[in-house]
């Protein structure tokens, strides 16, 4: 059974951090591309960043420079260390493997950000 388990998310003020995990069984960590989505309420969901399999990273404009993602295949987990919040950045967050269309999901974390 494919689980992917988010967790780290809570209330930051502006200008915070907070480091996001998500730890993965029941798929082959190594061979799959992991990505980060988030949905604010009333707007789509939305590729926030990537790292494939080789380490490539990809990030969104809006959080380029601020926000990091990393692996350990090892342990199976992804991260995404999330630095100078704003409150734009308020949102549930999704973990995913494997790609938004064909790819297994997590459940999401709640990150909130006040100004």
């Known amino acids: 059974q494919v689980q992917l388990v988010e967790s780290g998310g809570g209330l930051v003020q502006a200008g915070g951090s907070l480091r996001l995990s998500c730890v993965t069984s029941?798929?082959?960590?190594?061979?799959?591309?992991m990505n980060w989505f988030r949905q604010a309420p009333g707007n789509q969901r939305e590729m926030v960043a990537r790292?494939?399999?080789?380490?490539?990273?990809e990030y969104a404009d809006s959080v380029k420079g601020r926000f990091t993602i990393s692996r350990d295949n090892a342990k199976n987990t992804a991260y995404l260390q999330m630095d100078n919040l704003k409150p734009e950045d308020t949102a549930v967050y999704y973990c995913?493997?494997?790609?938004?269309?064909?790819?297994?999901w997590g459940q999401g974390t709640q990150v909130t950000v006040s100004s």
């Open positions: 790292i494939t399999i080789n380490g490539n990273t």
């Open positions: 029941g798929i082959t960590f190594s061979i799959n591309s």
């Open positions: 995913n493997a494997g790609g938004a269309k064909l790819g297994s």
